[in-house]
């Protein structure tokens, strides 16, 4: 999965971007998306579906996605976020049919139903709309032997209307709605104080999830003026913003949870200086409002580029010029300029290909921002520092496909300024104490210093670090491909590269598919994320402030899971599907306090249209 450093894609595509798999059909089951670049949002078929738990289900249909630029047909980016969640944007997958009906049934009584259809769907226009349910409600995990145990529950729903039209040679309008709401408990919640006999109820919580966008976009045509511009708008709501309490530690204290609002304009130009060369710009705003103690404030960035294609090459060399006001804390407001690269080399010698990007920039610090890594995130933030980075360098070689075998490798070197290291939420709510199945929090530090650890999810620090990469993968045909690649990533407190609030040192992911008749599919899925060290504020046991200097480790579980999936096609519209999650049935645990359950199966059926 490539994730951009596009605010758009960040702050209002999150909201209209559903969680959603590829419906298993009877025929084509040997096609596959091709990704090749920065995808344009306004041009991609807008149905999506989505399964739960943890999605297995292989897509039986090729959509045809167009891109902003071509580009090396590889996916180098290293993984920026975790676990993939297995909630409402979480999955980005994309069907080209009209219309679509999924349901399906697990074994904690995880739903998931799924429908859209495309009122409208010719070649000049589209009109649709788009239904999305999953949820879970009888796992009970244990959390703490000394106190009784609550269910987990989760219930996430959405709905979209899309549309777009094209008027030849002039340009194509597209537009959106969305909106989710989602309700669930902090089912880790068991603070260890407390009496054992008592009854402890989780916290609950609603969201409020609502984005627009219209946008305009110019007809591709090599000799003229290209350009485009989107206006958008995301509103993201909590009901509650829950903290610990001293005094009685099974009622946390609680106050209105946070309400941001972002506005958000993103537009270009593109000037041909020849058939394959052009000169550009874009911009970039954000506006931030909230109902709390931080003021509206913002990022407007520019990014002028010079872009030259050929046969085998791409390149674009450009700057961002990150201007954010009125960000940081409330007692330190500040204006600044942020200078980073933008520069882009593709090399593609059919065989052989490979690329060196220097990248960089500012984006805000949002709750929209922090949704991304963390399901489970504190429902307020306190501090609007920006997240800057001044340089995010990838290089990456491939090879392949020579018999059917292809390799790759990748190194990459990111530094961020003010990154936000997520904490531990429900810890945080726990006062600070983690629960079954997480070591206790550090006492001293490296030098046996005593310290006392901050878990106060909003922490920040300065965080750089490298990046090793490889990937491999042998494709026979239907009956047999397997694809796998490994990243380690050097994880020691402000050393590391930054791939998630859990921070592991060593990642992995495998599958194995096959395709043995028409209307049969398997696939075996493999994911480790091994050596997870989150970064955790701290001060001296002797010292009254936080020291910026001193960020510790706190290492988690190691999460692993072994999946499988089948699908079996009816008719050519009909088929029906199954999967089992966690097969090895590892106590996993996607943050401290939260674990989850061992081995999960689910099965449903498809309809499309």
């Keep these: 999965m490539t994730i951009t450093r596009s605010k758009y894609l960040i702050l209002t595509a999150a909201a209209s971007l559903l969680a959603l798999c590829a419906i298993p059909a009877s025929a084509q089951y040997d096609q596959q998306i091709n990704v090749e670049g920065e995808y344009v949002p306004e041009y991609i078929n807008h149905d999506r579906i989505g399964l739960f738990p943890r999605p297995l289900k292989l897509s039986a249909e090729e959509s045809s996605l167009d891109y902003s630029t071509l580009g090396v047909a590889a996916n180098f980016t290293p993984q920026a976020l975790p676990i993939e969640a297995t909630v409402w944007g979480a999955i980005r997958d994309y069907s080209s049919r009209r219309g679509y009906l999924d349901f399906g049934l697990g074994s904690w009584l995880e739903s998931t139903l799924a429908a859209g259809y495309r009122f409208i769907d010719n070649s000049s226009s589209a009109l649709g709309i788009r239904l999305q349910h999953n949820s879970t409600s009888l796992w009970k995990p244990r959390i703490s032997p000394a106190t009784a145990d609550n269910k987990m529950w989760r219930y996430d729903e959405a709905i979209g209307i899309y549309g777009h039209h094209s008027w030849s040679g002039k340009g194509t309008l597209s537009a959106a709605i969305d909106y ?13 104080t407390a009496d054992p006999d008592a009854a402890i109820e989780s916290p609950t919580q609603t969201i409020h999830d609502i984005s627009a966008r219209v946008g305009w976009q110019s007809p591709a045509l090599i000799d003229n003026i290209l350009w485009h511009a989107q206006l958008g708008v995301r509103h993201l709501s909590f009901r509650r913003l829950y903290m610990p309490n001293d005094v009685d530690p099974l009622q946390p204290l609680s106050a209105p949870g946070s309400r941001e609002t972002d506005i958000n304009l993103n537009a270009g130009f593109s000037f041909p200086t020849s058939s394959k060369s052009a000169l550009g710009i874009d911009l970039n705003t954000d506006v931030v409002t909230y109902n709390n103690d931080i003021d509206t404030y913002g990022i407007v960035t520019l990014t002028p580029y010079y872009r030259f294609n050929r046969q085998r090459i791409n390149l674009r060399i450009g700057v961002n010029f990150d201007l954010a006001f009125k960000a940081g804390p409330e007692t330190n407001r500040y204006a600044t300029v942020h200078f980073a690269p933008d520069v882009k080399f593709d090399f593609n010698a059919g065989p052989v290909a490979l690329y060196l990007h220097l990248l960089g920039g500012s984006d805000l610090h949002t709750l929209a921002n922090i949704r991304e890594y963390d399901y489970y995130q504190m429902p307020s933030i306190s501090n609007s520092n920006p997240v800057y980075t001044p340089l995010d360098a990838h290089f990456g070689l491939r090879t392949g496909p020579f018999a059917g075998f292809h390799a790759g490798i990748d190194v990459a070197y990111r530094t961020s300024r003010d990154q936000h ?20 929090l550090p006492m001293a530090d490296a030098s046996g210093r005593a310290i006392i650890v901050n878990t106060d999810p909003d922490g920040r620090a300065n965080v750089s670090g490298f990046s090793f990469g490889v990937n491999l993968g042998y494709d026979s045909g239907r009956y047999f491909k397997i694809d796998a690649e490994g990243r380690y990533q050097h994880q020691n407190g402000k050393t590391g590269y930054f791939n998630g609030y859990d921070r592991p040192e060593w990642t992995a992911q495998a599958t194995i598919e096959s395709n043995p008749w028409s209307t049969l599919r398997f696939r075996l899925g493999y994911e480790l994320r091994a050596l997870r060290r ?8 002797d010292a009254s402030v936080i020291d910026p200097d001193i960020v510790v480790d706190y290492r988690l579980p190691n999460y692993s899971g072994l999946s499988f999936g089948a699908s079996y096609g009816i008719t050519s519209q009909l088929s029906v599907w199954a999967q089992a999650d966690n097969l090895l049935c590892r106590r996993n645990y996607s943050a401290a306090g939260l674990p989850e359950s061992g081995i999960r199966a689910a099965a449903g059926i498809s309809l499309i249209f």
Excluded: K, S
């Design 421 to 440: 290291l997520g904490g531990l939420y429900n810890t945080w709510l726990c006062l600070g104490i983690p629960v079954d199945g997480c070591p206790p």
């Design 180 to 192: 989710h709401i989602g309700n669930f408990n902090y089912y880790g919640f068991a603070p260890t």
């Design 534 to 541: 989150p970064a955790l504020r701290a001060r001296y046991a």
